[in-house]
């Protein structure tokens, strides 16, 4: 049985958020895109490493029917690129402020590619079985992560973030997906996390179809700006599926 009703009429989008951040994050592109009558999952990613994330959303995938468009922020740009390979019904990958690794690439490389990034002076380490757990700090989180929301968002935003493995950034990515998918791209200007630099080069190796680039934007720029998110997914689904 699919994990969601299928549409005749339009795909389904599978929304994977990344690190600091959870499911939630994608309710404002959501709620626009629902109430045209697109079936959506939002990815309850483990954030555990690129392997092992992306063999979670594989298996999600097989449960669903019809069309798939893969949107993923920040590390799930990673997961998308990882998950959405050898399933013919995934038919296009909106990455948004995501990193979009080649084969062997880590998402720590591609962070540290080019300057700009203050991510590691707001990390805090919590030791866990197998590893350590990374947060942003609470108190550098508006700035670091949401600078373009409101100080109450990101802070509910910071205190419901979740954790990613520290081994997560330093693991290396296999085949990507956007050699052989459409793919879309959209990010802020003043990503503290990944460097706009960072963003221009993956969408242009990647082959972008539509790169979306926002003034003053943040890593999470998507969140006070969603409609331009809808936007851009409408477009690849018109694009990819004829709806």
């Known amino acids: 049985m699919s994990v969601t009703e299928p549409s005749a009429a339009k795909p389904t989008v599978v929304f994977v958020h990344g690190a600091f951040a959870e499911s939630s994050s994608w309710s404002g592109v959501i709620t626009e895109l629902s109430a045209e009558g697109f079936p959506a999952i939002a990815l309850a990613n483990p954030l555990r490493g690129g392997t092992s994330d992306s063999e979670y959303l ?21 997961v998308i690129s990882g998950g959405g390979t050898d399933n013919p019904n995934v038919k296009a990958l909106v990455f948004v402020g995501a990193f979009a690794p080649d084969e062997g690439e880590t998402p720590g490389e591609l962070a540290g590619k080019f300057p700009g990034s203050t991510l590691a002076e707001n ?35 910071a205190v419901t973030q979740r954790p990613i493995l520290e081994s997560a950034f330093s693991e290396a990515s296999g085949v990507p997906a956007w050699k052989s998918v459409p793919s879309w791209f959209l990010f802020g200007a003043e990503d503290r996390n990944i460097p706009v630099a960072a963003h ?39 694009a990819t599926t004829g709806h």
């Open 58 to 78: 594989r298996a999600t995938l097989k449960d669903v029917s019809g069309d798939i468009i893969l949107v993923g922020h920040s590390y799930g740009g990673t």
């Open 123 to 157: 990390l805090t380490p919590v030791p866990v079985a197998g590893g350590t757990d990374l947060y942003i700090t609470q108190s550098g989180y508006h700035a670091q992560f949401a600078a373009d929301s409101s100080h109450e968002v990101a802070q509910v935003m």
């Open 200 to 238: 221009r080069f993956m969408a242009e190796r990647a082959g972008s179809r539509k790169t979306v680039e926002l003034a003053g934007g943040s890593h999470t720029v998507s969140i006070p700006e969603a409609a331009k998110l809808a936007d851009l997914i409408r477009e690849a689904a018109a």
